[in-house]
C-alpha cells in the first residue's frame, strides 16, 4: 500500500550486527600500524588494503547500545553495481586460520615483531628487506582471501534453477584476470564452486540478507 523502500543496512552495518558474521568480519578489518610498521604509510598506498572506506556512507549504529559506530562503512571495491558477498562461517574461518595457513593482522604483527632488529643509529627498529617482502605477501594473501569472498551479480536463495561462472573482486596476479566462482542455484538452494580443485560448498542461513553501500554528500545522522 506504499512505495517499496530500499534497505537502510550497508554491508558494513550487516556484518557488525549478525554475529555468525564475526570472525570473517574481524578480516576485514585492515590494521593501519602494521601496514606503517613495513613502511606502508600513504594513504594512497594503504587505500589498497583496505576493505572499508570512509566516502561517505550510511551510519552503521550498535542495535544493543543504540549508539553510532563511528567508522568507515562503505566496500573500497564497490560501485554503481549489484555484488553478493559469501560470508564463511565463523569455523570455516577458524579452520583456514588454524589448519589452511590464513594469516591474520594478530599473526603479521608477531612476524614482524620477530624480525625487528635495533636501528644501526641507535634509534627505534628495522627490518630485512626481504622480511618486509614477507609480511606484504601476507597482508597481500588475507586480503585476497576476504575479496575472493566478494562477487559480481546478486543472487538468493530461492525457487530459481541456473548457473554460471561470475567475477570475484580477486585478482590472479600472475593472470591479470578476476577469479571466478561458479555458482548453481536449484530450488531453495545455492551450492558455490571456488577455483582449483575446491570442494563446493553450500550457501547456509543467514542468507538472503540485502544490504546497500551509498555515498552522501552529507551523511545521514
Known amino acids: 500500500d506504499r512505495p517499496m523502500m530500499t534497505t537502510i543496512e550497508s554491508v558494513y552495518s550487516t556484518f557488525y550486527s549478525t554475529p555468525e558474521f564475526s570472525e570473517f568480519f574481524a578480516l576485514c578489518q585492515t590494521d593501519g600500524e602494521v601496514l606503517e610498521e613495513i613502511g606502508i604509510v600513504k ?4 587505500q589498497r588494503y583496505d576493505i572499508f572506506v570512509d566516502d561517505g556512507g550510511l551510519p552503521c ?3 544493543t547500545t543504540g549508539g553510532r559506530v563511528e567508522t568507515a562503512t562503505n566496500v573500497r571495491f564497490f ?6 558477498v ?8 577458524r579452520d583456514a586460520i588454524e589448519n589452511k595457513g590464513l594469516p591474520t593482522y594478530e599473526t603479521i604483527e608477531a612476524f614482524i615483531e620477530s624480525k625487528k632488529t635495533p636501528s644501526p643509529e641507535g634509534e627505534g627498529y628495522v627490518m630485512a628487506k626481504e622480511d618486509q617482502q614477507t609480511a606484504i605477501a601476507m597482508i597481500t594473501m588475507l586480503v ?9 551479480q546478486s543472487f538468493y536463495v530461492d525457487n530459481v534453477t541456473a548457473s554460471g561462472s ?5 585478482i590472479d596476479n600472475k593472470e591479470n584476470v578476476y577469479i571466478e566462482l561458479g555458482v548453481n542455484q536449484t530450488n531453495g538452494k545455492i551450492t558455490v564452486n571456488g577455483a582449483g580443485n575446491s570442494a563446493p560448498v553450500n550457501v547456509v542461513a543467514p542468507y538472503n540478507l540485502l544490504a546497500r553501500d551509498a555515498n552522501f ?5
Open 144 to 152: 585476497n582471501f576476504v575479496k575472493y569472498h566478494f562477487q559480481d
Open 217 to 221: 554528500d552529507i551523511v545521514p545522522k
Open 43 to 46: 594513504n594512497t598506498d594503504k
Open 166 to 170: 561470475y567475477q570475484t573482486s580477486c
Open 86 to 93: 559469501y560470508v564463511p562461517t565463523n569455523a570455516a574461518v
Open 79 to 84: 560501485n554503481n553495481y549489484r555484488y553478493t
Open 61 to 63: 549504529f550498535d542495535k
